[in-house]
């Protein structure tokens, strides 16, 4: 039903406008296209020529594809890859189960539902750097609240942001709890577009609530995921703010990103290294990223 | 809304109108001064410009800050670059200064008549192309190890003159139920101090080894002596002698282990004297220090620190009024100003300026490694442009039991093969 009341219109207008902006004149086009190539085209592109160099902010030599070849060798460079894949995946997925979790209970008629809502989504407004900071403290391994919290219980808590093996885990989760309210939010705008007749057809059928969920809900919010799992991948693979003020890639370089090794370079003067370093980040969400767009994008046509 | 613009404006207006009158006045120099917002260094520049000031009325000059570490070094370069530092700035010295293209971007020193005060140590380190661009902005520094006076009184510890001895005291000091050695890696820089404060022990054995270190020729890996660096500090991690939580506690938390006797010995740059001072006065003369020992007793000396020094960049539209500050920073008015600003963390190295009769204990120890027969070697920094930017990691790694000590031994070789074709030094 989405899909014929979805296509139909959609072919006139967009057959219409392609007229219509035939009729604009080249000039008309200018301003937007200079725009363009000074703050898009040209940063690109010349960001590219610097991978291939080793430049100092005096000076640059043309050194071809080593700053690239370096870039691999990085022992460090490994374990940051290996790192951001562990955390978009488990940042996103998290996500995905837990905001569409509280967005059910959100859209349901659960006392102080706006409360509850507006909650939810105050961390999303918090600065990245101040929870960071926060949770460093609570976060420290003797005198942390957390772990204080878990003496009380009598249990040994680890040393959340000291433990090389339990470092990027740690970051993951307050990126989770950070981030959970923006995709509860978009379930919350996917599951209220559902018409309610469905739930009322379901139940004259006699479905259970976990059926409606399982059968309604689930398939029938599948845009919003689509959208949240894009949206904080992206964000997982590029992340940074969180993983620097909370442990700076450590200890030693075991919670190092891809961005947080790059930043590094930057910092230690290595421009051509970072430059580098930068267009294979633009390479690997593009390689990673566009494929699951698509993928997610051909399932939603298919519903 | 709109109304509060109007006394808003008018506070502008009079301004402008107090300004012009005062231009009118005297025909005042403004020169803006860059520092590090690392409350020493803040403490030290605003002491110096207050004193300066105090002498030179004409001149009038604004402290800006900026960060330390690694954050700092881009400020620098990048302000620099776009000619945009101002008229004087506080930076390292030794390899970070050979970084910053010294010979394009600062004012050439070699010539100012107070030069001749300049010890010739801290001119070597300010020096590129044969000219020296720098003035001593603080005392002589040196890496070593503090400990705790009361708890060596307590347990009736002898000051360690080789390794094994310093290890035989961290042995009776756990067995005592006190930290033997205090390590604060959130503070990263911290954990290199083991392995910089060995240099003294490395040139000992391997005199040349800087040289061909900078000429490719020599690596850490490869070298007993400058592998012992980083074993020592695997080692001390191993038996099990550093603070719980020496993954998540931080520089300030480490002073505050070393005075109040939570830890017996905490490896640092004498640096740490002024901050002492600053925070826990009156357990200064609680804190001793003593060089990082090695293998021999009779060889036992000190790693030294050249300080930071103060710059003029070439593009300055002041220079000559810069100048003036600078050479204000190389007089005993200077240094006297040095002294009341940070009080006495070391050796002075302008001539003509004497330490007070009543330093404290650590200054106290490290007197004799810079008198006459007493042994000490500038820092690997200081003898070679090289110095890798992972080493902190790298450090915090060993230290922490992640990675072996041969392992990050050429690991750091590595680092330190790009950190040398940055710099486009020859035979790399």
């Not at chain 1, 978009?186 to 309610?196: L, S």
């Not at chain 1, 930043?263 to 699951?292: C, D, E, R």
């Not at chain 2, 404006?9 to 590090?36: C, D, M, N, P």
Request: net charge negative; glycine share 10%.
């Amino acid at each position: 039903m989405a899909v014929i009341t979805g296509t139909a219109p959609r072919s006139m207008p967009s057959a219409a406008r392609r007229n219509i902006q035939s009729f604009y004149p080249a000039w008309f086009y200018l301003p937007a296209a200079i725009i363009y190539g000074i703050l898009y085209l040209l940063p690109t592109f010349s960001s590219v020529y610097f991978s291939l160099t080793r430049w100092t902010l005096f000076d640059s030599t043309f050194i071809g594809l080593e700053n690239f070849a370096q870039f691999f060798r990085e022992p460090f460079l490994i374990k940051g890859l290996v790192n951001t894949v562990i955390f978009a995946v488990v940042t996103s997925g998290s996500k995905v189960v837990l905001g569409l979790l509280l967005a059910v209970l959100l859209t349901s008629n659960v006392v102080a539902r706006g409360l509850l809502r507006s909650i939810v989504f105050f961390p999303v407004l918090v600065s990245t750097v101040g929870v960071g900071i926060t949770f460093v403290a609570m976060m420290h391994p003797t005198e942390g609240v957390i772990n204080e919290g878990l003496e009380l219980l009598g249990i040994d808590g680890p040393g959340w942001l000291t433990n090389p093996r339990l470092a990027i885990f740690s970051v993951a989760i307050v990126d989770i709890w950070k981030g959970v309210g923006l995709a509860t939010v978009i379930f919350m705008a996917g599951i209220a577009a559902i018409p309610q007749d469905y739930y009322d057809a379901a139940h004259v059928d006699g479905t259970s609530p976990f059926q409606s969920f399982r059968y309604i809900t689930l398939p029938l919010s599948r845009p919003a995921t689509v959208t949240v799992i894009t949206l904080s991948f992206i964000g997982g693979l590029r992340t940074f703010e969180l993983i620097w003020t909370m442990t700076r890639g450590g200890p030693g370089f075991s919670s190092d990103v891809i961005a947080s090794v790059i930043y590094k370079q930057y910092q230690a003067g290595f421009y051509g290294l970072s430059t580098a370093g930068n267009v294979v980040l633009f390479i690997l969400i593009a390689v990673l990223a566009v494929p699951l767009s698509i993928y997610l994008n051909r399932k939603e046509g298919h519903e | 809304m709109r109304m509060s613009f109007r006394p808003l404006l008018a506070g502008i207006a009079a301004g402008v109108f107090a300004a012009s009158l005062s231009a009118a006045a005297h025909a005042q120099t403004e020169l803006t001064l860059l520092t590090s917002s690392s409350p020493n260094s803040l403490k030290l520049a605003e002491g110096l410009v207050e004193a300066f000031e105090a002498a030179n009325p004409d001149i009038n000059i604004e402290i800006e800050t900026r960060p330390g570490g690694a954050e700092g070094d881009n400020t620098v370069k990048t302000r620099l670059a776009t000619g945009s530092m101002t008229d004087i700035f506080y930076y390292n010295s030794g390899s970070l200064f050979q970084a910053i293209n010294p010979q394009n971007n600062l004012v050439d020193l070699t010539d100012e008549p107070w030069q001749a005060d300049i010890h010739e140590n801290f001119k070597a380190v300010v020096t590129s192309g044969g000219r020296v661009y720098g003035v001593p902005a603080e005392t002589a520094m040196a890496g070593g190890i503090f400990y705790n006076r009361k708890i060596y009184e307590q347990l009736g510890l002898q000051v360690p003159k080789t390794w094994d001895e310093f290890m035989a005291n961290n042995e009776k000091i756990k067995a005592a139920g006190t930290t033997p050695v205090i390590q604060t890696y959130r503070d990263t820089w911290t954990s290199q101090l083991l392995l910089l404060a060995d240099y003294y022990n490395v040139q000992s054995v391997e005199p040349d080894f800087a040289e061909r270190y900078t000429n490719n020729q020599a690596k850490f890996a490869s070298t007993p002596a400058a592998m012992k660096g980083f074993e020592r500090l695997e080692a001390v991690h191993k038996a099990g002698y550093m603070n719980e939580d020496f993954g998540a506690a931080g520089y300030q938390d480490g002073l505050r282990m070393l005075v109040e006797g939570g830890g017996a010995h905490y490896p640092m740059l004498t640096f740490a004297i002024g901050a002492i001072r600053a925070t826990y006065p009156e357990k200064l003369g609680d804190v001793g220090f003593f060089a990082q020992p090695g293998d021999d007793a009779e060889k036992n000396g000190l790693t030294v620190w050249m300080p930071a020094s103060f710059y003029i960049p070439a593009a300055s539209p002041n220079v000559d009024a810069a100048k003036k500050f600078l050479a204000f920073v190389a007089s005993p008015a200077g240094c006297e100003a040095n002294l009341k600003a940070l009080g006495a963390t070391g050796p002075f190295l302008i001539k003509g300026c004497t330490l007070p009769a009543d330093v404290p204990p650590s200054v106290k120890d490290m007197l004799p490694y810079f008198e006459e027969g007493g042994r000490n070697a500038p820092a690997l920094e200081f003898v070679s442009p090289i110095k890798g930017p992972a080493l902190e990691q790298i450090t915090v790694e060993v230290g922490s039991g992640i990675r072996p000590a041969a392992e990050a031994a050429a690991l750091y070789d590595e680092d330190v093969r790009k950190q040398a074709q940055q710099l486009g030094l020859k035979g790399w």
